[in-house]
Structure formats: C-alpha cells, structure tokens
C-alpha cells in the first residue's frame, strides 16, 4: 500500500508534540499508518467510533475536562459531522483540531471519492473553518502546531488537509 | 414515573459527580432540581451526549461521570453504545429516560413506543452491566450498584411523557460551558493534592 509511512510519522510526531493525548479515527486508506501508530503508542488514548459525529462529542469532551486532542477523518468523514460541528463545535466555542484526509481532489482515480472532493473546500469556507494544506513534509511540523495555537485561541475548529502528494506515494 | 421523580431520587449522588445532559425537559428539570457547576447541558447536537461523557471519562479516569440521555436522543446516535462498549470505561454512568416520545417537539412517538428495546440494543452492542429500573427506589438503587461498580453500566429508565411548564434555564450555554470546563478543571486539581 503506498500511503506514505515516512509523512505519516512525521505527522503523528507533530501531534504528539502539540501534547494530544486523546485522537478518534475511522479508518481510511490515508490514515491506516496514522492509526497504528495512535494505536501502538500507550501515551495515546485512540478512540475508533463508529461514525465521525461522535468524534466532535469526543473532543468536546477531551477538551473541557482540558485534554488536548485529534481527529483523523476522510473528508467524507468530515461531511457526516457537520451538524455537531456546527450545533456543538462552533455553537460551544469548542476547538478542534481535524486532520482530514482529502480524497476526490486532484489525481483521484476512484470516481466515487470526487464529488466530497469538489464540495470539501466551500463547505470549510462556509462554516468560517480555517484551512491549512499540507502538501510538503517541510510543513508539517510548523503547521500543524499553528494550526491548534489558532484551534485553542479562537475556541474554534480548524481544518488541516491532508494532500494526495502528502500521503500518497505513487 | 415522573422524570422529575427519578431525577429527585438520585440527585444527591448527581451534585457529587460530573454530570452531561441532553436539551429539553431533563435538561430544566435538573436545572430547576438545583444547577451545579459540575452539570453541563448539552442544549443541541442531539445523541452527542453521551459521546461527550465518553470524552470526558477517559479523560478523567479518576472520576465518576453520569450521562443522561434520552430515547430520541440516543436513536440518533446508536452506534455509541458500541464505542462505549468497545473502551468500557468504569468511571462512566450512562442512564437513559425513555418516554417513548420526542417531548420537546411535541410529543411524536420515537420507535421505541414500536417496539425497539433501549436495553436490549445496549445489551447486544457489548455494555457489560445494563439495568432496567422503572421506579425511583429501583433506580436510586442501580445508580448506587454503578457507581460503585467500577464497570460501564447502561440504565434504561421507562418515564412518563410529561415535562416541564417551562423549559427556560436562566443559564446561557457559554457560561455553563465555561463554569463547567472550570469545575472540572477544579476536580482534576484537588484529585492531584
């Protein structure tokens, strides 16, 4: 499988550097390295739910009880989630810090992926989420730390995309 | 029995623990009962309830923390009960007031008025202690056997489809979520000392 092991450490070591102790998945290609190395870290509470909008209750919960967190989702992941984005993230002042796998955008082969793709970003910009790309290894460190400094100081969720040139080692 | 009833009933061991309600009638009954820090109202985002507990309980293993969910609520979001199987945490309390019925928004029946069995699904997704207690004194009592338990317990509790006169809370929602988050931060502190 050539999802990238090399950028999905560098990832996880990111996060574990921001001090997130709690992460919720539901597995995806792009993330089954980020996964397993959540689920082999003893320091690391994962929590693997059954659909993604438990994983906003989840960091709601992390952070008042004043733990740090992450979430891995799929951009389709994502789109299940609006409602508790909106009616408990954005309404509760709750920040979050999402990693999101960003399928159906350019180089896509699964047709099936493309139209979360197409509708990923404007559904972002309609909620007023800031996004980050990665796309280069260089960045990950850097942005993924100014992305919770921005999560945790405006009390907001933030978005982290995580690129086919990224994870995707074709 | 009356959801005030049961609330009444076990009310004392509720101001002592973290506590995560869902919106509507039991949120104001609990309010009207007596507000503590500790409590929050989840006052949207219905089923997340107890996703938030399940948060929160993994987060403070040291301490006791008691959803209080409802039917309509906890049909939108059944596959909690299979992530709250799935970690057990023993410190997390997940009771749940079945009127049969979405109260708040006028009193549609919800499908477990059809037939579907809270307990049952609990049961079947893997919570290892699920009691049906349908009377205050049976509650207070499978509350007590839970909190001291140490194992993730489901109570299924059939209540009557009546509420409040009001449901108005005189507690806009940023201020309980901020006195809540500081409540919780002052537990986590005094458990350290």
């Known amino acids: 499988m050539p999802v990238s092991m090399t950028n999905s450490k560098l990832i996880y070591e990111a996060l574990k550097a921001c001090d997130v102790k709690i992460m919720s998945a539901l597995p995806e290609t792009w993330l089954v390295h980020l996964i397993r190395l959540a689920d082999d870290d003893p320091d690391t509470i994962l929590v693997r739910i059954a659909k993604e909008e438990e994983a906003i209750g989840i960091s709601a919960g992390a952070h008042l009880a004043g733990v740090n967190s992450a979430l891995l989702m799929q951009n389709h992941g994502f789109l299940a989630a609006i409602n508790p984005i909106v009616s408990l ?10 990693l999101i796998s960003y399928r159906g955008h350019m180089g896509e082969k699964d047709s099936w992926q493309t139209q979360g793709g197409l ?3 404007p559904v972002l910009r309609a909620l007023n989420i800031p996004i980050w790309h990665l796309t280069n290894a260089a960045d990950i460190h850097r942005r993924i730390k100014d992305a919770q400094t921005l999560a945790i100081a405006a009390l907001h969720p933030v978005a982290v995309l995580l690129s086919r040139e990224l994870m995707w080692e074709d | 029995m009356l959801r005030v009833d049961a609330l009444q009933a076990i009310y004392s061991e509720l101001e ?3 506590v995560v309600t869902i919106m509507g009638a039991v949120a104001a009954e609990l309010y009207t009962l007596g507000h503590r820090h500790n409590f929050f109202y989840l006052e949207h985002a219905m089923g997340l309830a107890s996703s938030m507990g399940l948060g929160i309980a993994l987060c403070m293993p040291e301490h006791k923390v008691i959803v209080i ?14 992530t709250m199987a799935r970690y057990k945490p023993g410190n997390l309390l997940h009771i749940v007031f079945d009127n049969e019925s979405l109260l708040s928004v006028g009193g549609f ?11 049952a699904i609990a049961r079947a997704s893997g919570v290892p202690i699920v009691i049906e207690a349908n009377d205050p004194q049976h509650l207070m009592e499978a509350v007590g056997t839970a909190l001291h338990s140490a194992q993730l317990t489901t109570i299924v509790s059939k209540v009557e489809a009546i509420g409040p006169k009001s449901f108005h809370m005189d507690l806009p929602l940023l201020e309980n979520r901020f006195q ?3 409540s919780l931060e002052m537990m986590r502190q005094q458990s350290q000392v």
């Open chain 1, 89 to 98: 993230a954005l309404l509760y002042k709750i920040p979050l810090l999402m």
């Open chain 2, 16 to 18: 002592k623990h973290i």
């Open chain 2, 180 to 182: 809540f988050k500081r």
């Open chain 1, 119 to 121: 509708v990923t970003e």
């Open chain 2, 109 to 119: 029946p919800t499908a477990t008025a059809t037939g579907t069995d809270l307990a």
């Open chain 2, 69 to 82: 969910d409802g039917d309509g609520s906890l049909l939108m979001n059944l596959g909690t009960l299979s």
